[in-house]
């Protein structure tokens, strides 16, 4: 399905970027369906959704998937350190204003979920119904080494080849299941090229306010001998439960949200629908089939 391109700018007039797919009209009530709003992960950027997007489109739901500041075709910041969900959540802000959206569904992946568990502290009613797609209040610190791991580290090569390969050996253990095709569709989600070389599609200083927590971590560690705990994202996770219908989407082999932490999770947002893929790991595509049944029932009851 084809879409458009949304531009908008920060508060502080970084340009970027968004893939606004029209909603394909099946009934006479789907003007009043609330738009949806995707937001990926970490070292991702919105052609994650472009599965997804036109499904949901075809539901008769406007579908804007971001592209987060330093990825894709939004500028990458200045001030690396400014590479964190608040600013994230911040620019989200600014695009309701500019595609002149007072409401939403939305659906974020990893880090995609925590930007939307922080807009519920800055704009909670912007959030109609949220899907958590493999993220949550608590995260494995198995995944999270992993992903810290290699986000920011290798980020060109030379031939297409190589590049399928890079994403096979970071991604693997999520898909186990995939074979050539689908890591070379994966690939495309991830480079872009440039000069006749295949380069990611993210800036590698979005690392740089990982590295200075890890040293800050480590400094507390050595000056204490008492590890530094980790934000309690709770509030934000229950203060987006609250009054609205919610979606946890867990991958059956994730190492980022584990069996225990979805446990805890469902304890304390009891009303929240759930759905595991098995076989997939950090993190769904969503359109996998127990994602997408697990998406569809939560828009027959979203605004």
Not at 93 to 110: H, N
Not at 143 to 162: C, S, V
Not at 199 to 215: H, R, V
């Amino acid at each position: 399905m084809s879409f458009t391109d949304f531009f908008w700018t920060s508060h502080e007039g970084l340009p970027l970027h968004a893939r606004d797919y029209a909603p394909v009209s099946v009934s006479s009530g789907d003007s009043q369906k609330l738009p949806v709003i995707c937001i990926h992960g970490l070292t991702r950027n919105a052609r994650d959704f472009e599965g997804l997007a036109p499904r949901i489109a075809a539901t008769g739901r406007r579908v804007l998937a971001v592209d987060v500041r330093g990825r894709g075709l939004s500028a990458r910041d200045p001030n690396p350190m400014n590479y964190h969900p608040g600013t994230y959540a911040a620019d989200i802000v600014s695009l309701l204003a500019a595609a002149g959206i007072e409401r939403a569904v939305f659906v974020g992946t990893s880090m995609g979920g925590l930007i939307t568990m922080v807009l519920t502290s800055i704009r909670p009613h912007a959030i109609a119904a949220a899907v958590l797609n493999d993220v949550g209040p608590e995260l494995s610190p198995v995944g999270l080494a992993r992903i810290a791991g290699y986000t920011g580290m290798a980020n060109r090569f030379e031939t297409w080849d190589d590049a399928v390969a890079y994403a096979k050996a970071i991604n693997q253990a999520a898909f186990p299941a995939y074979g050539p095709e689908d890591w070379d569709t994966f690939a495309r989600r991830l480079f872009d090229e440039n000069d006749g070389e295949y380069i990611l599609a993210y800036d590698p200083d979005i690392s740089a306010p990982i590295k200075a927590a890890a040293e800050a971590a480590a400094k507390t560690q050595a000056e204490s001998g008492a590890a530094l705990a980790p934000p309690d994202m709770y509030p934000l996770f229950r203060g987006l439960a609250k009054d609205r219908p919610l979606l946890l989407v867990r991958g059956g082999i994730s190492d980022l949200i584990d069996a225990g932490i979805a446990d805890r999770m469902r304890a304390a947002a009891p009303h929240m629908a759930y759905v595991e893929v098995p076989g997939v790991g950090h993190a769904p595509m969503l359109t996998e089939p127990q994602a997408w049944a697990g998406i569809e029932n939560l828009l027959e009851t979203a605004p």
